[in-house]
């Protein structure tokens, strides 16, 4: 990396500390009610391509430590040289090897089966998902299209519309989900704001889900 690209680089969060504790407790409010939009607040200079509340969660979250992947367009810009030079964080080109994946809006979800998994002993060293949506709102259960999610932090069932998943999506996590304690947690982030699935829950539409309803 250049010293004409280190000077081109967005700052970080202006107190790094404070900045990191509160998008890190954004996070745990997601995780911990899946289906909730939570804001994501900070002053980080974020990178122009992908979502800003995605960016400043993975500054929070990262540290040299971890192994990020990220999809084709993130990896043709500036935002691994802002996450690396803020983090300490290593850049990786195998999803296999990444503790931390993320997923431009457009680009394609890598299958999830095909992220560290973590194990029955060692669960925690699954890997955590980053998606870029383009929105996501909260509705009614019987909303066209709407994800019925149930589990721990849902009390009976939470209701999500989510514009820019895969039409696969709904398969795959029913597969990540059945074989928790492993699996993936994700989060979808907007310009503003994530949401959080963790592997605890289970997501279904259409008919199906509202014949749980």
């Known amino acids: 990396m250049s010293t004409t ?3 081109s680089l967005g700052a970080g ?8 504790q509160a998008v890190f407790r954004a996070v745990l409010q997601a995780l911990s009610h899946p289906g909730r939009t939570v804001a994501v607040e900070h ?9 800003a509340a995605s960016a400043a969660v993975l500054l929070a979250l990262l540290d040299s430590d971890c192994a990020l992947w990220l999809s084709p367009r993130l990896a043709a810009s500036d935002a691994g040289a802002w996450l690396r030079f803020h983090t300490g964080c290593t850049l990786v080109a195998d999803t296999a090897l990444a503790r931390f994946v993320w997923v431009a809006q457009g680009d394609a979800l890598p299958a999830l089966h095909s992220l560290a998994q973590g194990s ?8 955590t998902c980053v998606v870029d949506v383009s929105g996501t709102t909260a509705t009614t259960v019987d909303a066209p299209g709407a994800w019925q999610l149930r589990g721990p932090g849902i009390q009976d069932v939470a209701a999500l519309q989510v514009d820019g998943l895969p039409d696969d999506f709904e ?16 989060l979808l ?6 949401v959080g699935l ?3 829950t289970r997501a279904t539409r259409g008919a199906a889900a509202l014949q749980e309803v």
């Open 120 to 127: 029955d002993t060692y669960p925690d060293q699954s890997a």
């Open 13 to 20: 969060f202006s107190n790094e500390a404070f900045g990191s």
């Open 189 to 194: 982030g907007t310009a503003g704001h994530v």
């Open 171 to 186: 398969t795959q996590w029913a597969a990540n989900h059945a074989v928790f304690p492993c699996g993936v947690d994700v």
């Open 5 to 7: 690209s280190l000077a």
């Open 43 to 51: 002053d980080a200079q974020t990178p122009a391509t992908g979502h």
């Open 198 to 200: 963790p592997r605890t």
